[in-house]
């Protein structure tokens, strides 16, 4: 089920990210911009009276050169495409703008609730100077200070109670969810139409989630059954937004959230970017199944080794993602397409493996016989025993003597021989040290 998603749009400097740090209840209480998304507070999950949700800052959202009005119109628009409920704030201080009013005829359009929210609202005499705002129509303005957290439960109180059933047909556990993330113009638009080429059985195209996301579902070759995450994404052209590196971000950010398993597309001609790496994080920091598939490889001149060099220089890039199995692949002649259902379908099961615990206990006494645990002031790091216990991403949880002693290089010693035990290609693995009672 993918989460609720809350956007707050406004002009600048009516406090959209004082507010956004409130409601994701200051664990990003960054207010001037430093580069990185969820650091430069674009999207953060947040919970109020146990219903958990994404809230995007669409102030976060730069558009470059644009004139001031389009870009307010352009965060307005992505707003309302992609949130479930949208919270406009305006700032009593200056009474209604130009621009607010801008903004207003731009949300009559949607079909999606828009609550109002007057900020700076410090003290209760203020209150009196909201009755203005009812001129933008858009209903009852909900009166709150950023500054001093006043009305803030009131408006999310009023946002959840717009948040859509959870009653949303969710896929049957034997389906393999997969999608495409990526910078813009790497080929995704271009692999998703070659992946569903008419060779493939087209199931459906279901409405994924309670936005517009479309879900395309296919049968593979062997009748295994999967389903192409969020498609609707990519097949929408031509939108300025789409561009812009945070919004490309957001919507991977949201794909993954779906996912069990994500490919993560480069671009062969341009090689690897910094962007690359941020979303190929993400991926992994959330625990999925991750392909590494480099697309246009029909355009490069290659000899003998050009595919090794890529490929180094892949495994040099993304150190963290030394699991990740690489195929390299062209939408345009659709070399090796037909391979990718079944790497999709081996890192699925890599994903849902589990490990018998006197197997893997039988792999952790090896390798602290081959490479004893460190020491600490004379006392040793004793390991009792290790058990799984959850899937995607495989979970084991190592039962020690004293947990801090377990030293990041020797938990990473012991994740890389569970790997050699049991390949776990293509799925990060989540090793967890606890004191045994």
């Given amino acids: 089920m993918a989460k609720p998603v809350v956007a707050i749009v406004g002009r600048p400097n009516v406090g959209k990210s004082t ?36 809230v995007i800052d669409t102030g976060g959202i730069d558009l470059g050169d644009e004139p001031f009005l389009e870009q307010i119109k352009h965060q307005a628009e992505i707003a309302m495409e992609e949130a ?71 408006l999310l109180d009023a946002a959840i109670s717009h948040f859509p059933d959870d009653s949303e047909e969710e896929y049957d556990d034997s389906v393999i969810k997969f999608s495409l993330i990526g910078r813009p113009n790497v080929g995704k638009s271009s692999l998703v139409n070659a992946i569903l080429g008419e060779d493939r059985v087209i199931v459906s195209s279901v409405a994924g989630t309670t936005r517009d996301a479309i879900d395309t579902a296919f049968v593979g070759e062997d009748g295994s059954e999967f389903v192409m995450i969020d498609t609707a994404g990519m097949r929408k052209k031509g939108k300025v937004y789409e561009n812009t590196e945070k919004y490309s971000v957001l919507r991977a950010l949201r794909a993954i959230e779906r996912s069990d398993v994500v490919l993560v597309v480069l671009n062969a001609e341009e090689g690897i970017r910094e962007q690359d790496k941020k979303v190929a994080g993400y991926a992994h920091e959330a625990g999925k199944g991750i392909i590494i598939v480099v697309n246009k490889w029909d355009t490069l001149d290659k000899d003998n080794h050009t595919m090794k060099k890529f490929e180094e220089q892949i495994r040099s ?22 391979k990718l259902p079944e790497i999709i379908e081996r890192v699925s099961m890599n994903q849902n493996l589990r490990i018998q615990s006197s197997v893997l206990n039988e792999v952790i006494l090896d390798s602290v016989a081959m490479n004893p645990t460190p020491t600490d002031k004379g006392k040793r790091l004793r390991i009792y025993y290790a058990t799984q216990v959850a899937v995607k991403p495989p979970t084991f949880v190592v039962f020690v003597n004293e947990p801090e002693m377990m030293h990041f290089s020797y938990s990473r010693f012991l994740e890389n021989r569970i790997r050699d035990a049991f390949t776990f290609e293509g799925t990060p693995i989540h090793l967890i040290t606890r004191r045994r009672k």
């Fill in 317 to 338: 890039e993304f150190l963290y993602l030394s699991y990740a199995p690489i195929i390299f692949v062209s939408a345009l002649t659709k070399q090796r397409l037909n």
């Fill in 84 to 154: 479930d409920v949208i919270i406009f704030i305006t700032s009593v201080k200056e009474h209604i703008t130009d621009a607010d009013e801008n903004v207003a005829k731009i949300l009559y359009r949607t079909k999606k609730p828009v609550l109002l929210a007057i900020n700076k609202v410090d003290n209760p005499e203020m209150r009196n100077d909201i009755f203005d705002f009812y001129a933008l129509g858009l209903g009852e303005p909900f009166p709150i200070s950023g500054s001093h957290g006043l009305g803030i439960g009131d």
């Fill in 19 to 54: 507010i956004f740090n409130r409601i994701v209840g200051e664990r990003i209480s960054i207010v001037e911009d430093v580069s990185g998304v969820t650091r430069d507070r674009i999207y953060a999950p947040a919970e109020w009276l146990g219903k958990e949700f994404n």
